[in-house]
């Protein structure tokens, strides 16, 4: 412990194939025990968690086409808002295990132990590996990272792959191997595939570090480069190629965009609809982003799920590069010091100004580059501890978490959180000002001081993420930690305890009902079925036990047993009955994913059972297509005047298969 953040030791150069239990082996084992013991405690109580990729999870477990192509149904009707690379992991473990809550959310516990790995690997480089257990455990218990490591949105695979392309690029740098740029390119792309742009956000903190520390000639980095912008545009491009050029007829509708196309998608909806607030192919920005501005990471719901060491990251990585101002230029500590703080300033700026559609989760890929930087950060400057600049920062450094700790640990107003806050604060100002002695304490002194800035650093969050691990979580809107006050838009998300049949509703096995949720911007329905925490401002009740029954009898005659307006009616009734469901319109109704004269066609041809009434969005509408136009509005007026309407259970009806006279 006397020995945390000072250089390590020089090693001797023999290999040898034993395999031995040093200190450092058994911490990194009993970190990566404890994260994935953390994030699969009760992870089957969230259910199916978001309701919207667990259909499509089901629906790729039992057809092929679907699989490829991230279709929500198993007729493939239309796809999901999203790339399909997080649905094939999901759909292969389905296929593999059946559907369950674990087959859905036990890859998603598994990424982030895989990126708490990855994180350690890259801080032990350039650090003790006492200070790369930190590191990793600092990522781990991030409330953004417990939550979305344990819920089954793109974002666990995402940050995984970036993480991972981080580490290939200082491999690259460490070896002078372009093949280690080529796999960066290649994670990347496949981060394109997961969550389409928002991979490329640390695209300027690769190039630049590379081009700076990168071995060899300017030359040979610059071919490195291109090999890797190469490889990343092959591992996206193939895909977007036979989307793109297959018939439109061969495959389902690209939901999320307004001509069927997933350039469209990916340069409006997810692209530049996301940095301007402009129209979303139909929904607009609908009031569901929180105010931009520079402050957004440190206010509301955000800055508990992530900001804990933020200031301090942020304070280190600009003083952290002064001690390294006169290292070669291949120096590694400073690669990954500038690696780590670039990405972290390129992601907080765009989630801090994007004008469109903001969720408080997002800022889950804000975490290991946070940790990094705080953690490579504070070794360099305990290491150049005889400066006096170097003392000063670390207590600076020290007394800005804490007290920053103490404000977010008294947004919620709810113990054992108001306790922790003076405890924090007290100590971390203790240490602080042991700091500016650094240079004069004892070997056991500095022990103490050290461990008491670990805990103090990570006691606030850990109490967050430990809150959220035993909160179970469904829906669209979901948040990390006991404080909800500002999250979306300002809006508070759904607690526990709602009335019967709406937000709260619990089924008889208290599992989340896999019934209608209320659809909400992202392509997530949302709802706050089985009293769980998360669902957003609007719920929405269980699947109707008699309807279910009703749309599963005979259904192997149909493509589809039923056809909704919305994703978040079908999605849910698809899961209860196991059986395809068509959404007409697409996440919120407004997309014209099949016209009126196909809906005729496929009812003339016996394929769809009940048409189920209502859907859409909640009611809301965003800037597309009106309810005049809308293909949906069209196909529910048709349906009207030539089919009956009926009660079954409590939803309202109309048997496709029995026109009125």
Same mark, same amino acid.
């Given at each position: ?34 994260? +994935? ?17 667990? +259909? ?61 790995? &990855? ?22 218990? $991030?409330?953004? +990272? ?15 792959? &970036? ?24 994670? *990347?792309?496949?981060?394109? &595939? ?70 469209? &998608?990916?340069? #409006? ?40 060491? *933020? ?9 952290? =590069? ?102 924090? =604060? ?14 004069? *304490? ?80 992202? #392509? ?65 109704? $407004? ?68 026109? $009125?006279?």
């Amino acid at each position: 412990m006397t020995q945390l953040l000072d250089p390590p030791t020089a090693t001797s150069p023999t290999k040898t194939r034993s395999w031995r239990p040093t200190p450092e082996r058994a911490s990194l084992i009993v970190l990566l025990t404890l994260t +994935a013991a953390a994030y699969l405690w009760t992870l089957s109580e969230s259910g199916y968690a978001n309701q919207y990729y667990s +259909a499509a999870a089901q629906a790729g477990g039992e057809s092929w086409k679907a699989w490829f192509f991230g279709a929500l149904d198993a007729s493939s009707s239309i796809t999901v808002d999203k790339p399909p690379a997080s649905l094939w992991v999901m759909g292969l473990s389905v296929r593999l295990f059946g559907l369950s809550s674990w087959s859905i959310l036990v890859p998603q516990a598994l990424m982030g132990v895989g990126t708490v790995g &990855l994180v350690f690997a890259m801080v032990k480089k350039v650090a003790p590996w006492q200070a790369a257990i930190a590191a990793g455990a600092l990522t781990a218990l $991030t409330p953004a +990272a417990a939550l979305m490591f344990r819920f089954n949105n793109p974002d666990a695979l995402l940050l995984l792959l &970036l993480v991972g392309a981080g580490f290939s690029t200082l491999k690259a740098i460490e070896t002078g191997k372009g093949r280690w740029m080529v796999l960066a390119g290649a994670l *990347l792309g496949f981060g394109f &595939l997961t969550k389409m742009l928002q991979a490329f956000l640390i695209i300027p903190a690769i190039a630049v570090v590379y081009l700076i520390a990168g071995k060899g000639s300017f030359g040979r980095r610059v071919g490195h480069g291109i090999a890797c912008f190469v490889a990343m545009v092959v591992s996206a491009g193939w895909y977007i190629a036979i989307v793109e050029l297959i018939p439109e007829s061969w495959r389902p509708y690209i939901d999320g965009s307004t001509s069927n196309s997933l350039l469209e &998608l990916t340069l #409006g909806y997810n692209g530049v609809g996301r940095l301007n607030g402009g129209d979303y192919g139909g929904l607009g920005n609908a009031g569901f982003s929180s105010a931009a501005g520079i402050l957004r990471l440190f206010q509301g719901v955000s800055g508990g799920m992530v900001s804990w060491l *933020l200031p301090a990251a942020l304070l280190l990585l600009v003083t952290g =590069l002064v001690p390294l101002r006169k290292t070669p230029r291949t120096d590694l500590t400073r690669a990954v010091l500038m690696l780590s703080g670039a990405s972290m300033l390129v992601t907080g700026l765009v989630f801090s100004f994007m004008e469109g559609i903001y969720h408080d989760y997002y800022v889950v890929a804000l975490a290991p580059w946070i940790a990094i930087t705080a953690v490579v950060g504070a070794v360099i400057m305990w290491r150049d501890r005889d400066s006096l600049f170097a003392r000063i920062t670390l207590a600076v450094a020290m007394a800005g978490s804490a007290v920053w700790g103490w404000v977010l640990l008294g947004q919620s107003g709810e113990q054992p959180y108001d306790a922790l806050r003076w405890p924090v =604060l007290i100590i971390g100002l203790g240490v602080a000002a042991a700091f500016v002695f650094a240079d004069r *304490l004892t070997r056991r002194a500095v022990a103490a001081v050290l461990a008491a800035a670990a805990v103090t650093v990570g006691l606030g969050p850990a109490a967050y993420a430990i809150q959220t691990i035993g909160t179970a979580h469904t829906g669209s809107i979901v948040t990390a930690g006991p404080y909800e006050g500002g999250g979306m838009g300002g809006m508070r998300g759904g607690r526990p305890g709602g009335a019967a049949g709406g937000p709260g509703a619990q089924t008889q096995n208290g599992t989340p009902p896999t019934g209608q949720p209320q659809q909400m911007p992202d #392509g997530m329905p949302g709802g706050n079925p089985g009293g769980m925490r998360g669902g957003g401002m609007m719920g929405g009740g269980a699947v109707d036990e008699e309807l279910a029954a009703a749309v599963s009898t005979n259904a192997g005659h149909y493509t589809w047993v039923a056809a909704a307006i919305g994703s978040q009616t079908a999605a849910g009734l698809q899961l209860e009955t196991g059986e395809a469901v068509m959404a007409i319109g697409g996440f919120n109704g $407004t997309s014209n994913s099949i016209t009126l004269e196909q809906f005729q066609e496929n009812v003339a041809n016996g394929e769809i059972h009940y048409f189920i009434a209502g859907g859409g969005m909640g009611g809301m509408r965003g800037g597309g297509a009106s309810d005049e136009t809308s293909s949906a509005s069209e196909i529910s007026a048709w349906v009207t005047e030539n089919f009956t309407e009926t009660t079954i259970g409590s939803s309202t009806v109309y048997d496709l298969t029995e026109a $009125t006279a």
